[in-house]
């Protein structure tokens, strides 16, 4: 089973971007979600994760910027990021359990 990860785009920097994934509806609410990210020659660093009772944690460089959350009615983990930088420039995978997204392409431009 892979999830479904959705939102990924283009935007200028200082812009906004919401990111989905869904995931079926008997294992959301039984495990932690989150993101991870890989940019061009980099390894994939972890940009937020919530547990299944919706604490969030964040990575450094995202904080005050990215908002991780929850939607258990249906079953779908998002990722609000704010104030977009050119370094945000990545392939986002999204992860609940053990299951992975395909990854979502996110471009910044300066």
């Known amino acids: 089973v892979q999830l479904q990860a959705s939102g990924g785009g283009s935007v200028q920097a200082g812009g906004s971007l919401r990111l989905s994934c869904a995931a079926p509806?008997?294992?959301?609410?039984?495990?932690?979600a989150g993101w991870y990210r890989q940019a061009p020659g980099k390894e994939r660093e972890l940009v937020a994760a919530?547990?299944?009772?919706?604490?969030?944690n964040y990575n450094g460089p995202v904080k005050g910027r990215f908002t991780i959350s929850r939607d258990y009615d249906r079953s779908t983990v998002h990722l609000q990021m704010n104030s977009l930088e050119p370094e945000d420039t990545a392939v986002y995978y999204c992860?609940?359990?053990?299951?992975w997204g395909q990854g979502t392409l996110v471009t910044v431009s300066s």
């Open positions: 509806e008997s294992i959301f609410s039984t495990t932690a």
């Open positions: 919530i547990t299944r009772g919706g604490i969030p």
């Open positions: 992860f609940i359990g053990s299951l």
